[in-house]
C-alpha cells in the first residue's frame, strides 16, 4: 500500500459491497482506506481489483484491506481467532494475517479519523416491508447497525457516516421506532447524531449531489461527544455544498452510448440467447443488452409509443394485466426519459429490468449494466467481477460514488476549516 501522506484522514468501510462509498472517499484525495468489510464474494473481488488498478495497491494488500466476513460476528471480526466454522466459510478468502488478528491486528497503532457504510437496507424499506406479512419486523438485518456500533465502539473515529433508506425513518421492529434503537446504541458509546425527530431534517437525495438519479437517502453523521467538532456545522457544510452542484439527467449519463437494434428474431451466440445487435463496432465493456423475447420487445416500443410513462397509475396496471392476462396490482413497466434523472436504482435488476426500459424506442430494451453504472455515478473505467445478475445487484445495492464523493468533500471542507 502506498505511505500514508499525513495530510490525509483515514477510514473504515463497513457493509462496503463492491466499493461505491469508499470510491467516492477516495475520489477527493483527501482520504485513505485502512479496511472494507464485505461478506459477498462477487462484491468483494471487485473491490479488491478496483483497488488494485485504480488505487495502486498491491495484490496482497487488497487481499489484506479488503476482509470477506460476516460482519455479525463482530468480536471475531475485531479480533480474530476465527472458529472452524468461519475458518471454513472465509479463510480461504482473506490474508492469513486477518484470520489471526482481525481488524485490531490490520489497523494496529493507526488513527481511524472516520467510519463509513451501511447496512443493507431491505428490513427498513418502504416496499420490502408491504410485501413482508410481519413489515420486516422480524428481520435480521434490522439489527445489523449494532454491528456498526461495536466497531465504532472498539476503534472511537473522530466522525463516522451510516446511510440508509428512508424507510428507516419509520421501521419500527420489536414495536420500537429503529431511529430510537440507533440513537440510544450511539449515546451509549459516547457518540452524539442527529435525535429521532431531527434525522428527517438529514434526507438527502443523489440528484442534488452531482447523480443523475433520484435516489433519497438518510446520511446519518455522528461524532464523539464533547468533540470540536460541531456536528449541525457538517450538515450545514454538506447543503451549502449542495447549492453549487450542477443537475444531471438521462442523456447526460447514458447519450453517449453505442446503441442497439432489436433482431427481427432471437439467435444464440457462444449458446447464449441474443436479441439485439450492436449498431457499430464500438464495444463497451458491461454495455452488453441483455436478452428479450419478441413479446417484451413489442411491449417496451408500445409502452414507448403510447407515452405510458404520463399515464395514471390504474392506466400502467391496466396496460400489463390486459396484455400478460393478469389481476395484479402493480405496474411493471415504466421508461428512463433523457430529460430527467433516473428513477432510483435497484438491485432487483439482476431479475429483470422492465422498470428500467431504455428511454429510445428504436433501442426497444432494458438497460445494461454500463448504463446502470453510469446512472450510478461509476466511474468509466469501474470494473465489475462476476455474472450480469451479479453486476446489476451490486450496483443497485451501492452508494453512488459521486455521492458519497461530495459527503467527503464537505466533512474534509469542514475539517480543514478547524
Not at 434526507?203 to 443523475?212: F, N
Not at 433516473?342 to 454500463?370: C, E, N
Request: glycine content about 6%; overall charge positive.
Amino acid at each position: 500500500m502506498p505511505n500514508r501522506k499525513e495530510d490525509k484522514l483515514t477510514f473504515i468501510d463497513l457493509f462496503a459491497g463492491c466499493g461505491g462509498l469508499s470510491e467516492g472517499f477516495l475520489q477527493t484525495g483527501k482520504f485513505e482506506a485502512l479496511a472494507h468489510v464485505e461478506w459477498e464474494m462477487p462484491m468483494v473481488t471487485t473491490l479488491r481489483n478496483r483497488l488494485v488498478k485504480k488505487w495502486q495497491h498491491t495484490e496482497e494488500d487488497a487481499l489484506k484491506r479488503v476482509i470477506h466476513f460476516d460482519i455479525q460476528q463482530t468480536e471475531e471480526l475485531i479480533n480474530g481467532h476465527w472458529s472452524k466454522e468461519d475458518l471454513k466459510k472465509f479463510a480461504i478468502t482473506n490474508h492469513e494475517s486477518i484470520v489471526r488478528k482481525g481488524l485490531k491486528g490490520l489497523i494496529g497503532k493507526q488513527k481511524v479519523d472516520l467510519i463509513i457504510g451501511g447496512p443493507p437496507c431491505q428490513a427498513y424499506s418502504i416496499a420490502g416491508r408491504a410485501q413482508d406479512k410481519n413489515s420486516m419486523k422480524d428481520d435480521y438485518r434490522n439489527y445489523l447497525f449494532e454491528s456498526f456500533v461495536k466497531v465504532v465502539d472498539e476503534f472511537k473515529p473522530d466522525i463516522f457516516v451510516f446511510e440508509n433508506v428512508p424507510g428507516l425513518l419509520s421501521a419500527m421492529p420489536g414495536d420500537i421506532p429503529v431511529t430510537t434503537r440507533i440513537y440510544e446504541a450511539f449515546k451509549e458509546i459516547g457518540f452524539n447524531i442527529r435525535t429521532p425527530e431531527l434525522l428527517k431534517k438529514s434526507v438527502y437525495t443523489a440528484s442534488e449531489l452531482g447523480v443523475p438519479q433520484k435516489r433519497n437517502r438518510v446520511i446519518i453523521i455522528g461524532v464523539k461527544n464533547n468533540s470540536k467538532i460541531n456536528l449541525e456545522e457538517l450538515y450545514n457544510e454538506l447543503d451549502i455544498l449542495k447549492q453549487n452542484i450542477k443537475s444531471k439527467n438521462v442523456s447526460d449519463a447514458i447519450g453517449h452510448l453505442p446503441k442497439y437494434k432489436p433482431l427481427k428474431s432471437h439467435i444464440k451466440i457462444n449458446g447464449k440467447n441474443v436479441s439485439h445487435k450492436l449498431i457499430g463496432n464500438a464495444e463497451i465493456k458491461h454495455h452488453e443488452a441483455r436478452f428479450h423475447n419478441e413479446r417484451d420487445v413489442g411491449i417496451f416500443r408500445r409502452w414507448l409509443k403510447e407515452k405510458m410513462n404520463k399515464r395514471t397509475s390504474e392506466e400502467k396496471i391496466s396496460f400489463y394485466n390486459k396484455l400478460m392476462g393478469k389481476e395484479s396490482n402493480h405496474a411493471k413497466y415504466r421508461n428512463l426519459e433523457w430529460d430527467k434523472p433516473s428513477p432510483t436504482v435497484v438491485a432487483h435488476l439482476y431479475k429483470d429490468g422492465l422498470m428500467f426500459i431504455h428511454p429510445d424506442i428504436d433501442q426497444a430494451r432494458s438497460i445494461t449494466v454500463k448504463e446502470a453504472a453510469l446512472l450510478q455515478s461509476f466511474p468509466d473505467d469501474f470494473d465489475f467481477i462476476g455474472s450480469q445478475g451479479y453486476a446489476f445487484k451490486m450496483i443497485g445495492n451501492a452508494v453512488p460514488p459521486e455521492m458519497a464523493r461530495n459527503i467527503a468533500m464537505a466533512i474534509s471542507n469542514k475539517l480543514k476549516k478547524k
